[in-house]
């Protein structure tokens, strides 16, 4: 079964850094490219980050380019996304998602709840 | 980057009734990388429909996608009650994926 668990999550200040975590099991990691999409409180899905499968591409979202960096540890079987410089509006549920076919997203984590409030 | 805007913003329909819905891209889309998703509360969005046409192995046929160019639409063709959740589209292009607001599906 495929499985992805995400975890790193929590409170922290605007201005703050966290990195997020996600342990990947039930299939071929390194054949996948990998994203993170978060989703804010009653909102619809935002993706944030891409990886290749190898991990030498990676794409971000302008609303959050030069705050995060995503990697990736193909040995492990792990994704990771760095945030720097979080602010109020970065609060949401951080999904670890496997890149698909024609691009889509078609397995998702129960993902890690972000907030950034002073 | 591609805005998606989906219409309506929600609607209410009774079992056994045909629902369509609609994503407008803000330009072309290659309608290879147009997808749609079901989101229920508390719940991940589940992948239903990909490329645009293309069922995801296990998803009932009364789902249906179609469109090409900034013109996209999901449709259930008879809407059971476990339909009930909110229906993103999703797209991609030029590295950049983008999702639409979503449309509430409500059954009476």
């Known amino acids: 079964e495929v499985q992805l668990v995400e975890s790193g999550g929590g409170l922290l200040q605007p201005g703050g850094s966290l990195k997020v975590s996600c342990a990947a099991s039930g299939f071929t990691f390194s054949t996948y490219g990998m994203s993170w999409v978060r989703q804010a409180p009653g909102k619809g899905p935002e993706w944030v980050a891409f990886?290749?499968?190898?991990?030498?591409?990676?794409h971000y979202a302008d609303s959050m380019r030069g705050r995060v960096t995503i990697s990736r540890d193909n040995g492990k079987g792990s994704l990771s996304l760095q945030m720097n410089s979080l602010r109020p509006e970065d609060t949401a549920l951080y999904y670890c998602?496997?890149?698909?076919?024609?691009?889509?997203?078609?397995?998702w984590g129960v993902g890690t709840m972000v907030t950034v409030s002073s | 980057e591609i805005v998606l805007t989906q219409s309506p913003g929600s609607l209410s329909s009774s079992p056994g009734e045909r629902v369509t819905l609609f994503c407008r891209a803000s330009?072309?889309?290659?309608?290879?990388?147009l997808a749609w998703y079901q989101q229920k509360p508390g719940q991940a969005p589940r992948l239903l429909i990909y490329g645009p046409s293309n069922r995801v192995t296990g998803i009932p046929d009364r789902f249906s996608g179609s469109g090409s160019g900034t013109e996209f639409t999901l449709t259930i063709s008879r809407l059971a009650p476990e339909d009930s959740a909110v229906y993103y589209c999703?797209?991609?292009?030029?590295?950049?994926?983008?999702f639409g607001q979503g449309t509430k599906v409500e059954i009476k």
């Open positions: 330009q072309s889309v290659s309608s290879n990388y």
């Open positions: 990886v290749s499968n190898s991990g030498s591409t990676t």
């Open positions: 998602v496997r890149t698909w076919r024609e691009n889509t997203f078609d397995m």
């Open positions: 999703q797209q991609y292009g030029d590295t950049q994926w983008t």
